[in-house]
């Protein structure tokens, strides 16, 4: 059984190659309070990578991600 996550708002990044899952993640949690949760979704497997550098880097906490389909799927919890 999967855990549930709640989360505020939902971008889609499937089909969208570097950099632009990031920048759009980004302007995403930026548009964010502190504590709210965006769930991401994206294609591209360099993104996986991509996404544990930039949450360390900016202090965003990455509570999940799971495999859903050809996407993974993000929840990412604004500082």
């Known amino acids: 059984m999967k855990e549930e996550i709640g989360f505020d708002d939902y ?3 499937r089909n969208l190659t570097c950099p632009m899952p990031v920048l759009k993640t980004r302007n995403a949690i930026s548009k964010l309070s502190s504590g709210q949760v965006l769930k991401m979704a994206a294609t591209d497997p360099g993104f996986i990578a991509d996404i ?10 990455l509570l999940k991600s799971e495999l859903d389909g050809s996407a993974h799927i993000f929840f990412i919890q604004k500082n």
């Open 52 to 61: 544990d550098y930039w949450s360390a880097r900016t202090g965003n906490s």
């Open 11 to 13: 971008l889609d990044c």
